[in-house]
């Protein structure tokens, strides 16, 4: 029911710094939040952030705490993810998604995935 639209993603140094953003349209009721995902090429996708829609309780992986922020705009069903310090490790697609379920740091918790948006960090 909740169709997504990232962007934001783009081309930057080592060190720069990024916006990414999550639009929602359609139902968002029932949807517990928005999670963001990245994939590299080769690799599995893996979790990144996650915000609930109601509190706005947040929850990061190791590799990007202290770095990303996750925060939400209800108002504008719009869900960003601020990267700072980039690294070329961060290079990926970065999708966002509706969470389902409890399972917040598994791709199998969320629906409604977005087509993604490049990221791309040089060294």
């Known amino acids: 029911q909740v169709q997504l639209v990232e962007s934001g993603g783009g081309l930057v140094q080592a060190g720069g710094s990024l916006r990414l953003s999550c639009a929602a349209s359609?139902?968002?009721?029932?949807?517990?939040?928005v999670g963001w995902f990245r994939q590299a090429p080769g690799k599995e996708r893996e979790f990144v952030a996650y915000i609930n829609w109601i509190g706005g309780s947040t929850y990061y992986t190791d590799s990007v705490k202290g770095r990303f922020i996750i925060t939400k705009d209800n108002a504008k069903n719009t869900v960003y993810l601020q990267m700072n310090s980039l690294k070329p490790e961060d290079t990926a697609v970065y999708y966002c998604?509706?969470?389902?379920?409890?399972?917040?740091?598994?791709?199998?918790?969320?629906?409604?995935w977005g087509q993604g948006t490049q990221v791309t960090v040089s060294s």
């Open positions: 998604a509706s969470a389902v379920s409890s399972k917040v740091d598994r791709a199998n918790g969320y629906r409604s």
């Open positions: 359609g139902r968002t009721f029932g949807a517990h939040g």
